[in-house]
């Protein structure tokens, strides 16, 4: 099955810093959502973003397709950021079913 | 927006008994549910795809007989845990889509304990 690996898997961010998280996948997708679910293990969808670039508030995203990556980018990082980052992707064909990858614990201190 | 609601929350039990979590879709008809494990510091595993009305379909080592799953209405699907024991202990979350939609709900998530 598809791989899904995120990078990296911890970061520890002072407040109002910036940071880039990466997500590589081993197979082409015609899905791929970011999610972060916080300590209480609720999963909130940040972006549905197969391709191209989205943008929302301090959060931006990247996926390139062709070279199976997406980036997330937090910028002026807050304590509430703090939680885990999952990108999840579907394989072309596969009816919904999402494979999530490793994620990655940041930790936003003051 | 679509809300997913998941329950209990919360669960603990003895040894040897079954345990049922409920994934109701509030505010949509969900044709297709999935039901994850998460194992703590681990990432989310797909259990089992369940679409209303038929059988759920579930992926390669999850126990069909142990995890039994019932998705008899567009709103709701049951996730039951037979005969449970302590390595079942786990965080279950259910996620749900309609037919045509590219962003999926999640629940909440249930965390079973199993003493």
């Known amino acids: 099955g598809i791989q899904v690996e995120q990078s990296p898997p911890d970061l520890i961010l002072q407040e109002g810093a910036n940071s880039t998280l990466r997500c590589n996948f081993s197979d082409s997708v015609n899905n791929l959502q970011w999610f972060h679910q916080n300590p209480w293990g609720q999963l909130i969808n940040l972006f549905y973003i197969p391709s191209g670039t989205k943008q929302n508030g301090r959060l931006s995203a990247t996926t390139v397709a062709t070279e199976r990556y997406s980036l997330l980018y937090i910028s002026s990082s807050q304590t509430t950021d703090s939680g885990v980052y999952f990108c999840a992707v579907e394989v072309t064909g596969g009816g919904n079913k999402l494979t999530f990858g490793t994620g990655t614990q940041l930790k936003v201190e003051l | 927006g679509a809300v997913v609601s998941q329950h209990p929350s919360r669960v603990i039990c003895k040894s040897g008994t079954s345990v049922k979590i409920e994934c109701r879709s509030l505010?949509?008809?969900?044709?297709?549910m999935f039901w994850y494990r998460q194992f703590p510091k681990q990432s989310l595993m797909l259990m089992a795809t369940?679409?209303?009305?038929?059988?759920?379909?579930?992926e390669q080592g999850v126990e069909k007989d142990k995890f039994l799953i019932n998705h008899a209405s567009l709103t709701l699907s049951t996730l039951t845990v037979t005969s449970a024991h302590p390595e079942d202990s786990s965080f279950y979350i259910c996620?749900?889509?309609?037919?045509?939609?590219?962003?999926?709900?999640f629940g909440a998530g249930s965390r079973l304990t199993v003493l």
């Open positions: 996620s749900a889509s309609t037919s045509g939609a590219n962003v999926l709900t």
């Open positions: 369940s679409n209303e009305g038929s059988k759920a379909t579930y």
């Open positions: 505010d949509f008809q969900a044709t297709t």
